[in-house]
């Protein structure tokens, strides 16, 4: 019974603070140089479908690091994350990148490398709550989107102790990035 109170409370965080994100900010500046291909209906497919792999993967975190994540030698949400992410790609689907925005990363291959990781952790951490690019990669178009990660929970201060500043602040320390093919 205590868990299931403990599980509609942690949905109760995760609604609260990622309700407040709309996506209604939809940046598609390079689209017309590089995905000419990908008519408006199936690019708005794919962004549904990264909304709902962003609602899924951010509540297996939270839900995770409440029930599971104790202390700091318990297997990370992040890294079972990670983990989860390299399978997905491995099969094909999708890829995602867990990215850091504050500078201090755990992982350094968290950091964002390419144009487009720097581009979206820089609007994302200025306040957008949405980011995305249509680029073509091998001769396919991708929607690249990015979405941020706010503080959801104290706990994840226990390993990441800079994020408290960044709390306090209201700041984002993440930044979630996907790549899907437009179909
Ligand atoms: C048990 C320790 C632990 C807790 C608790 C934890 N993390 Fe992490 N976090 C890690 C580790 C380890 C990594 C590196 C994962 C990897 O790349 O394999 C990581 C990586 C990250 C990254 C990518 C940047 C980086 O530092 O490498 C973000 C963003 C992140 N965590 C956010 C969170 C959020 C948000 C929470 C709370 C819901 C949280 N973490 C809770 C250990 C933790």
């Known amino acids: 019974m205590r868990k299931l109170v403990l599980g509609a409370g942690a949905l109760a965080i995760l609604a609260t603070t990622l309700g407040s994100l709309s996506w ?15 008519s408006d ?60 925005a504050t500078g201090e990363p755990i992982e350094d ?17 200025s306040g957008e709550s949405y980011y995305e690019q249509v680029v073509d990669k091998g001769g396919k178009p991708h929607l690249r989107a990015a979405t941020p990660i706010p503080v959801v929970l104290d706990k994840c201060v226990m390993c990441h102790e800079h994020y408290k500043e960044f709390k306090a602040k209201n700041q984002i320390i993440g930044v979630l990035g996907y790549t899907l093919p437009i179909e």
């Open 24 to 38: 209604t900010t939809v940046k598609a500046d390079d689209k017309a140089a590089t995905g000419g291909k990908a």
């Open 109 to 125: 291959n968290n950091s964002p490398k390419d144009e487009f990781e720097k581009a979206a952790v820089a609007k994302l951490k």
């Open 41 to 100: 209906e199936a690019v708005a497919r794919t962004r549904k479908q990264v909304k709902m792999l962003d609602d899924l993967y951010k509540t297996a975190v939270v839900l995770i690091t409440t029930h599971y994540v104790n202390d700091e030698d318990d297997l990370a949400a992040g890294s079972a994350a990670v983990a989860l992410f390299d399978a997905m790609k491995k099969k094909g689907w999708h890829e995602v990148r867990l990215l850091d």
